[in-house]
């Protein structure tokens, strides 16, 4: 007997909410940015490990600690820590559920700005590349770098502001407005409707991307097929590197030869970047998650909406967002060019050839339509990292919701303001990334999976998770969660200590501008803890202490 | 591009086809999945109650 037509809306809508939310610049600009710098093809094999035994396990495990930290009434990442962890460390390490979406959101919100920029240049016809295909390249790396000010500090601000600054204002204040007014939801379900349109255009953009050929008769090596060559060949992390690894370490060692591919499986930043990638795109590790799932209600499925978020997200990301940047980038600025950028600028430095190859005035429709669904999957993105932050401020200082957008508007606007005056070579931008958007995105997951899986315990949360669940968690979870993943977050962290510790404090220690930015999460931090401190005794005075003792009951009332 | 690459390249898109077409056929085969599901986008957060 068919269904009614109503459940089945009902059902694809769910499916765009679930869908939407997972989509964002993660997928299309700082994925091919990440798999190019760590060995392209090579790059899958950590990428696919990563989604499997932490993306995918980690991400069930911050819904259900968020769902259950919702039935004593907490949102914040602390207060829900507390309850889980029974303790005051594990509410202090909850600190870390709070800097992550902070600082990101303070970087995020710069590249959201340039989506925009980049959709009203389209609009206005600011963008143009020339007739000539032999000038595209050094034309579109000049607009890009006069765009965001990359060749100096502090251009963005001299004299007379800059046109993306003013760009940037305009975004910033949107995302301020949207939560400010309390109607942040409204562009959220806006922007879930908007996906079917963003996976259109991207269609496009791939079919276009595919059919190229050899767009320059002189490199007739810079074809499409040797673009995706490029992406999926299995290769060494970079021909100059001439170290031998050995690994692991102890009595197991093998010797990797740089030449051959199997030396990315023996880089640790390799394995860091590809965790760092599936959780900055998954959401995972950010604090975000388990925000959101605080409210949800304690028969709510939380199995089946998680792998369906992930899988939707994964579909952007591998056959939409992988198959048109890298190849993209290959096809015009060659293997040095695909390989020598930042994380998240290749997409602004190659789609705009790929748009001018289209013809006017479709490159210029569909450059304007592209930009502007990323501005939209951004705006849901940075939406949901400023929630986090806003519910453990209106928890921790007991502040109504705009006095708590108000501290946290001027927190984020002075860290974005410091991003936009170290523009030099985006390294302000970079090294937060690294640090925030890669290591403390791992140091996060590793302590919720401990929390997860040894303190609060994993029968009673796989127990938990499943209640309302669509569909149970497989039976190799709870062995996945309690050992698999931590070793692997545990052993990836040692690796990273061991071989790129040193370079990290070298850096720090080497570079003012990279020093001052390490400052500011410093100071980021710190303020945080206070906060917590705060709240910790406010939450005590109110008798309702995240750290309860043990055998205390959910409040029935807590989650919505 | 190698054999090799081929490989990665149909494994990966394969992989992720089989993943979201898994999700999407459960979630419209199961028939109180759409009460019970929720995305951020759709979870109220009490924006309009402080």
Known sequence: ?560 | MTLAGWIFMVLSIGFVVSLISFCFLKVLSEPSAANHMHGPADIDTHDLDT
């Open chain 1, 1 to 560: 007997m068919p269904k009614p037509k109503e459940q089945w809306g009902t059902r694809l809508g769910m499916i765009l909410a679930v869908a939407g939310s997972a989509v964002g610049l993660g997928n299309f600009l700082r994925f091919p940015g990440t798999a190019a710098q760590n060995g392209g093809g090579a790059f899958m094999i950590p990428y696919f490990c990563a989604l499997l035994f932490l993306g995918i396990p980690i991400c069930w495990s911050e819904w259900t600690m968020g769902k259950y930290g919702g039935q004593f009434g907490f949102n914040s990442c602390p207060a829900i820590f507390g309850v889980l962890g029974r303790g005051r460390v594990w509410r202090y390490l909850g600190v870390l559920g709070l800097i992550i979406p902070i600082i990101i959101y303070m970087y995020y919100v710069l590249i959201e700005s340039w989506c925009m920029g980049y959709a009203y240049m389209y609009l206005t016809g600011g963008i143009d590349l020339g007739t000539d295909p032999g000038q595209f390249k050094e034309k579109c790396l000049e607009f890009f770098n006069g765009f965001v000010g990359a060749n100096q500090d502090g251009l963005m601000l001299q004299g007379s502001i800059h046109s993306s600054v003013v760009i940037w204002a305009v975004v910033f204040a949107i995302n301020f407005f949207f939560i400010y007014r309390g109607v942040s939801k409204g562009i959220e379900r806006f922007c879930m409707y908007a996906m079917p349109l963003m996976a259109v255009c991207a269609f496009v953009v791939l079919i276009r991307v595919l059919t190229l050929g050899t767009p320059n008769p002189e490199l007739p090596d810079q074809n499409v097929v040797n673009g995706l060559g490029f992406m999926w060949n299995p290769k060494p992390v970079d021909a100059g590197f001439q170290h031998r690894y050995l690994w692991p370490p102890g009595p197991f060692r093998i010797l990797y030869d740089p030449g051959t591919w199997i030396d990315a499986l023996a880089r640790p930043k390799v394995w860091m970047a590809a965790a760092g990638q599936i959780f900055f795109s998954l959401s995972v590790g950010f604090g975000v998650i388990i925000n959101y799932a605080s409210y949800l209600k304690k028969k709510d499925d939380v199995v089946l909406a998680g792998l369906t978020a992930t899988a939707t997200n994964e579909f952007f990301e591998v056959c939409l967002g992988g198959l048109i940047t890298i190849p993209a980038a290959f096809l015009f600025l060659g293997i040095a060019g695909a390989q020598a950028t930042g994380n998240f600028d290749l997409g602004f430095k190659t789609l705009p050839i790929v748009f001018e190859y289209m013809g006017q005035p479709w490159g210029r429709i569909v450059g304007f339509l592209f930009f502007f669904m990323l501005f939209l999957a951004a705006i849901t993105s940075s939406l949901s990292m400023l929630q986090p932050a806003i519910a453990f401020l209106e928890e921790a200082l007991g502040t109504g919701r705009r006095g708590a957008v108000a501290v946290l508007g001027l927190v984020t606007g002075c860290g974005s303001v410091f991003v936009i005056y170290f523009s030099n070579g985006l390294k302000a931008l970079s090294f937060l990334d690294d640090t925030i958007g890669t290591i403390m995105i791992v140091v996060l997951a590793t302590v919720q999976t401990v929390l997860f899986g040894w303190v609060f315990g994993v029968k009673r949360a796989v127990q938990f998770a499943n209640t309302g669940a669509q569909m149970r968690l497989p039976r190799l979870f709870p062995f996945v969660i309690k050992y698999v993943t931590p070793a692997y977050l545990l052993f990836m962290l040692g690796m990273w200590c061991r071989t790129d510790l040193a370079r990290y404090v070298n850096l720090v220690r080497s570079d003012n501008v990279v020093l001052l930015t390490f400052l500011l999460i410093v100071v980021v931090t710190v303020f945080l803890l206070v906060l917590i401190a705060v709240g910790g005794r406010r939450w005590k005075a109110e008798t309702r202490d995240p750290a309860p003792a043990r055998g205390v009951a959910p409040a029935t009332g807590g989650a919505s």
